[in-house]
């Protein structure tokens, strides 16, 4: 029965084989768009992980604290939910920082060093947001030893909502992507079953059940999408090659890996999905 169904699945498919080249094609381009998608949501999560984590908080410490005091600090302030780094700033280097980023030298008009030695702390990505950066800050200031904590709020605000904007928009645009694929696959697999409307019903007055001419549309559309996929991956390494030979600076390292796994998935997915959904037509066909 297996043999029967494929040998029916390559008639289909040679058959027409024009609605075949334009059912390929256009599987190509859903497997195309999905994948794009997929890796706009990477991107987004990955730009979104980086920015979060350069956002600093400094903590500055009293003068009297000695080593032992400030490695205490630390342990306290590391013993936190989702603290990522903890750097300590000496007042010396705090001077150098300073004439860094202002270019003037205070010490030509005051003797002493009046900046404090400080820890800058950096969090993890997930799940940092403004309410508990706010409740980390105020836990660090209670700690001994700990002068002030001073981050900028507005900008951190500004930031964190903007990320998940975009991490929102991002996934609508995807989704519809994704959406869009599923159609564009399932509307010209339905074509092609109504090209063939006259083959469905000539099998069903010879007495052919509808799950016989439902399975060789299936294994079709499987056929269909391993073919999207491996054209998908053609594309793919050819812009790949194209970029890396047009920047000659950048290092474009594919995800062969994830790549080669992803795609195929996407194409097999793709090609049973819409030959499922287009076949569950049949019945309605056979009885217009």
Known sequence: MIIFYLKEAFRIFRRSSFATIITITITTIAVLLTTISFFLVFSANNLSDKIKSSIEVNVYLEDYVNPNDIQSIKDKINNSPGILSIDFVSKSEAVNKFLAETGEDFRKVIEQN???ASLIVKFQPDPLNERNIEQLSDQFKKIEGVNDVVYDYKTVLRILNFLRSFKYIIYTLSGTLIL???YLVYSNNKIQMYG???LYLTMNLVGAQVKTMK?????NGLFIGIIASVLTLIIYYM???LLTKVFNNIKLIPMIGVVDF???VIGVLLG???SYISSRKISQLLHD
């Open 180 to 182: 869009l694929a599923i």
């Open 196 to 198: 063939n409307r006259h």
């Open 239 to 241: 812009v790949l090659i």
């Open 215 to 219: 399975i060789p549309i299936v294994i």
């Open 272 to 274: 049973f999905i819409g």
């Open 262 to 264: 992803l795609i195929p």
């Open 114 to 116: 009046p900046l404090p």
